[in-house]
């Protein structure tokens, strides 16, 4: 038998409806990204920029208050 306390979900987002966006360093355009908040609220990985296609790094924070920050930088 197990109790679970149920949130009140009267904040805003579903955590798995997160998005961010940064700007690619080669085309200067503003990419919109998927967040993956159960993957932990920091996480680094390599995207290629939808636009022109050139690798990215990106470094994702998590905020305590469910925002995301993503920042992008050139390989
Ligand atoms: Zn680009």
Not at 19 to 30: M, R
Not at 47 to 58: G, K, R, S, T, Y
Request: hydrophobic share 30%; with cysteine; glycine share 6%.
């Amino acid at each position: 038998m197990t109790r679970k306390h149920r949130r009140n979900a009267s904040e805003n987002v579903r955590p798995s409806d997160l998005e961010a966006t940064y700007i690619c360093d080669s085309c200067g355009e503003e990419i919109v990204v998927p967040v993956d908040v159960s993957a932990g609220s920091h996480q680094d990985y390599v995207e290629d920029c939808p636009v022109c296609c050139n690798p990215m790094v990106l470094h994702v924070d998590i905020d305590d208050d469910g925002g995301a920050h993503v920042e992008g930088e050139h390989e």
